[in-house]
């Protein structure tokens, strides 16, 4: 079963330095890998997916991620945080029909 | 569109109650699923449907049942609710399963409270 480790539980920057989120994977085939972000008491919204294109995965509000298959990982960048950005964050791998594999979130916070 | 719609946004329940939790998407898709999302744990998928008259067990089943009679459609069951239950329960709908790359679109979620 493929698994989805999220490094940091919670991840505090100041607004305007770079954001930093890191995810690994598990799949030993090529993975579709996804980031999702979720405002408090909100839905959930796709940030960017990765589907075996390019490996760097510009995504929406200067999201970004490099997808390294060496280092199994997918982490998501931002150069300068917004305080917007303050959201739960999970990276999502998705294996054939049996949906999703969560990891289990990022909370960022942005200090003024 | 709509996109997914889930109701109730809220119900708290008792033990021993059951009750159905309502989804329905109008892009046409053949896959849906639902998770419940607890803290620390991301969300877990409960059950899936790949079409209508198609439903499979996910990670955390337990407790739940659902069907799926028309492609638009996908109610979550709760026979006899448990404390355990509560939870922050998401539907979600795709395209389809055969292209791995599809985006799943959520719904707004519906927060259960089970005394």
């Known amino acids: 079963a493929q698994s989805v480790t999220q490094l940091d539980s919670h991840v505090s920057v100041s607004e305007g330095t770079p954001v930093l989120l890191r995810c690994n994977y598990s799949?030993?085939?090529?993975?579709?890998l996804f980031w999702y972000v979720q405002h408090p008491n909100k839905g959930l919204q796709l940030l960017l997916k990765?589907?075996?294109?390019?490996?760097l995965v510009k995504g929406i509000n200067g999201f970004e991620a490099e997808f390294k298959k060496s280092e199994t990982s997918f982490h998501l960048t931002k150069p300068s945080a917004h305080m917007s950005d303050a959201a739960e964050y999970f990276c999502v791998e998705r294996g054939g029909a049996d949906g999703l594999t969560f990891g289990k979130g990022t909370h960022l916070i942005i200090q003024p | 569109n709509a996109g997914v719609t889930q109701t109730p946004k809220f119900q708290v329940l008792k033990t021993g109650q059951s009750m159905t939790l309502q989804c329905a998407q109008d892009m046409n898709h053949e896959y849906m699923s639902w998770y419940r999302q607890d803290p620390g744990m991301g969300l877990r998928l409960i059950h899936y449907s790949v079409g209508a008259g198609i439903t499979d067990q996910g990670e955390v089943p337990n407790g739940y049942n659902v069907s799926r009679s028309t492609t638009e459609d996908f109610p979550l069951r709760l026979l006899s609710a448990a404390p355990s239950q509560t939870s922050v329960y998401f539907c979600?709908?795709?395209?389809?399963?055969?292209?791995?790359?599809?985006?799943?679109?959520f719904g707004p979620g519906t927060r259960l409270t089970v005394t």
């Open positions: 979600a709908s795709s395209r389809g399963t055969s292209g791995r790359s599809y985006e799943q679109y």
């Open positions: 799949s030993s085939y090529s993975p579709s």
């Open positions: 990765y589907t075996s294109a390019a490996t």
